[in-house]
């Protein structure tokens, strides 16, 4: 079994900028990938970033030139730098880690304020 948890998350005002992070608890390197997803209220969740084993990064749309995912297998941790936050930003953001199954973290909530 695989656990994840996150951190990071809080109440921020557009424009601000927050840092999440996903401790793993086993080699993140052993994962075929690493990603960030969200979930606002009443909304599906979707994909924000990922990054795979070979280090091949995926953005939404969305997001492109304001966040940042990055890895330290060091310390089996994923971030997700997030700059120039948007109200549209709000939502609880999961880790998600990819092998044989798909294992999530249980969220934090990011809340951007205008």
């Known amino acids: 079994q695989v656990q994840l948890v996150e951190s990071g998350g809080g109440l921020v005002q557009a424009g601000g900028s927050l840092r999440l992070s996903c401790v793993v608890s086993?080699?993140?390197?052993?994962?075929?990938?690493m990603g960030w997803y969200r979930q606002a209220p009443g909304k599906q969740r979707e994909l924000v970033a990922i990054?795979?084993?070979?280090?091949?990064?995926t953005y939404a749309d969305s997001v492109k030139g304001r966040f940042t995912i990055s890895r330290d297998n060091a310390v089996n941790t994923v971030y997700l730098q997030m700059n120039n936050l948007k109200p549209e930003d709000t939502a609880v953001y999961y880790c998600?880690?990819?092998?044989?199954?798909?294992?999530w973290g249980q969220g934090t909530q990011v809340t951007v304020s205008s």
């Open positions: 998600n880690g990819r092998m044989n199954s798909d294992y």
């Open positions: 086993r080699s993140i390197f052993s994962m075929h990938a």
């Open positions: 990054i795979t084993r070979a280090a091949n990064i």
